[in-house]
């Protein structure tokens, strides 16, 4: 099916003429006025307040605009592939396609928390009310085959990506109410009214080549080479091994100052291995050249000193400026055994962090106390403010006490493995819950059966906690077993929510805005394949959701996100874990990086081969 006759399905509104994609495009010249209700162009915009770069910066501060370019750099992936499409679910798709291969409307800076400037869409134009976003593209966007970036490939992308593309595209591009080309370089898009950051999520929308897929094809697993219009092409592959990417000497965007001092090596390969174990190994013998690091224990031992030819393996801890995230044992609500509050908080009671933290992590990791942890979007020790008490005064019972007063903490040990005071705290909340320790065994005493469940596990890389953990709950007769499947089936068995717990981790950004329903909302709790791990069904939740994605200040946006936090901790939907306080990267020195780290910490596309310095 040919790209205008897909495209002739589409309804393009301009004011109140609805104008057909048929046969023939529509020029600027046939299409009908559009009402100017829109601000001058811009170069970007902020979720919040205004753009830090002026519209004539000449690189981001996070970069070295004068980086050399060459060389190539080894990445080590745990697992396999079996796709070159990530647009869709199916499959397992290659590292590193969206990051180097598709490129999205608008680029975002990493220096502040939101805010996206012009890339295939030089300027925008937005109302004071985000009703709408008009995107102009750049003349000189090209896909790397050479085919120009036009309007058709933006519709296109977003047609397709809304009835066909991952759950979370659905979600959002389903958001818009009309679509207009008004030229070959211009499209409008209108938007549901209340919801501030829809017009940046339509800037981060990928966009695809309209002259090569079909709305068939997209739909497709494949292991073709796909076109694209990043930096890199795809030289080689070796399905489930490796991937290779080359800089295109031919892409379009090499000198914008949105991406001058990026994107420096030659090459990029991505090699992929079945077993961590395997991967470090191959890092010390400089087969890989830079490895980021999540495990203390590795982090503190695992390295040791090496050298080859003239570089040497070193570990450095980066500073990051977004927020930890939640990293978690989930409670899956949905399950009868979890579905009283006081049954999560009492075993939120009998994780003993500080001697899990000194045994098995060599004292590295920091608890997580908010689900925006080290930001200040954080509650821990901040007590409700006045603009947080106006959003939850319809909800009087969401909020504990303590947390609304920013007095609460999680549970504390002494570290010696014998945590009786949260013990016997357990045992009253689960009394209170309508179970009685019999024989050693917790037991309902209107069903008469032992509390018991299972923590599910795609792997063994953390059993060594969910056996510490389950020894705990053992103590005061909870039954709690772990479970260790193989990927393929612990990945359906969380697309349908088919566990009892599971330990998963919520990244944040310092501007959470839709992805929180994918994780948190009512509507979509027993929707398959979502983020809302736990099942949180409370309508306290979806209103502040729904209050942070209206905010118009920093300020009220601020007090939502908070709120949001608070109402979440009351509810005990999960057994916060630990984080990291820093971002840790092992690397090769014949890497380079430049002098200041973004917000965002390490960036692999901003540093640059040594070699590649005396050329």
Request: no cysteine; hydrophobic share 40%; glycine share 6%.
């Amino acid at each position: 099916m040919g790209l205008q006759n897909r495209l002739g399905r589409l309804a393009l509104t301009a004011v109140t003429a609805i104008i057909l994609l048929q046969s023939k495009p529509i020029s600027a010249e046939t299409a009908p006025a559009v009402e100017d209700t829109l601000r001058a162009p811009q170069h970007a915009i902020a979720m919040h307040g205004e753009p830090l770069l002026p519209a004539d910066f000449s690189n981001p501060g996070y970069v070295n605009p004068n980086a050399p370019q060459g060389g190539i750099v080894h990445i080590g992936i745990l697992g396999s592939f079996d796709t070159l499409n990530p647009m869709i679910i199916k499959g397992q798709p290659a590292a590193g396609l969206r990051d180097f291969l598709y490129e999205s409307l608008l680029i975002r800076g990493l220096d502040e928390p939101f805010t996206l400037y012009g890339h295939i869409a030089e300027r925008i134009e937005v109302p004071e009310d985000r009703s709408a976003i008009t995107f102009h593209l750049h003349p000189k966007a090209r896909f790397s085959d050479g085919h120009p970036i036009d309007a058709d490939d933006v519709l296109f992308s977003w047609m397709t990506l809304r009835d066909h593309g991952r759950p979370n595209h659905r979600a959002y591009y389903k958001k818009v109410n009309k679509a207009i080309r008004l030229s070959d370089r211009s499209v409008r898009f209108e938007l549901e009214p209340g919801d501030r950051e829809l017009p940046l999520i339509m800037g981060l929308m990928p966009v695809l080549p309209s002259h090569l897929l079909d709305e068939e094809s997209f739909q497709k697993t494949t292991l073709e080479a796909p076109v694209g219009s990043g930096p890199y092409i795809i030289e080689r592959i070796d399905p489930g091994r490796s991937l290779t990417y080359k800089r295109d000497p031919n892409w379009w965007a090499n000198d914008l100052p949105a991406t001058r001092g990026r994107f420096n090596f030659d090459q990029v390969k991505y090699q992929y291995y079945r077993d961590d174990a395997a991967m470090l190994e191959a890092f010390k013998s400089g087969k890989i050249d830079l490895r980021v690091e999540d495990d203390p224990g590795r982090w503190a031992e695992g390295y040791g000193k090496h050298t080859k030819k003239d570089s040497k393996l070193v570990r450095q801890e980066f500073d990051i400026g977004l927020p930890a995230g939640m990293n978690a044992l989930a409670f899956n609500t949905r399950r009868e055994i979890f579905a009283a509050p006081r049954v999560r908080e009492a075993i939120i009671h009998l994780l003993d962090f500080k001697w899990i933290n000194q045994n098995l992590y060599h004292g590295l990791y920091e608890r997580t106390q908010s689900f925006f942890e080290r930001s200040k979007l954080s509650t821990f020790q901040r007590p409700a403010d006045a603009r947080e008490k106006a959003l939850l005064k319809d909800f009087p019972d969401a909020v504990s006490p303590e947390i609304m007063a920013g007095t609460y903490k999680m549970p504390e040990t002494d570290g010696s493995g014998r945590n009786r005071r949260n013990w016997r705290k357990a045992i009253k909340l689960l009394g209170e819950a309508g179970y009685e320790l019999k024989d050693g065994r917790l037991i309902n005493t209107a069903t008469g059966k032992q509390l018991a469940f299972e923590i599910l596990a795609g792997s063994t890389r953390n059993e060594r906690l969910f056996l510490a953990f389950s020894r705990d709950l053992a103590k005061i007769g909870i039954d709690a077993r772990v479970r260790i499947v193989d990927s393929a089936q612990y990945q359906s068995r969380i697309k349908t929510y088919d566990y009892d717990m599971i330990q998963t981790r919520w990244p944040s950004s310092l501007s959470p805005g839709n992805e929180q329903i994918f994780r948190w909302s009512s509507e979509l709790a027993d929707r398959e394949g979502t983020f809302n791990f736990a099942g949180v069904k409370n309508p306290a939740v979806d209103a502040m959701i729904k209050a942070m994605l209206a905010a118009r200040d920093t300020e009220d946006f601020v007090a939502a996100v908070r709120a949001l936090d608070r109402v979440l901790l009351s509810g005990h939907y999960v057994v916060p874990l630990f984080h990291l306080p820093k971002q840790w990267i092992g690397y090769w020195t014949r890497l380079r990086q430049p002098e200041k780290t973004s917000l965002f910490g390490y960036q692999l596309d901003t540093w640059w081969d040594a070699a590649a310095e005396s050329r």
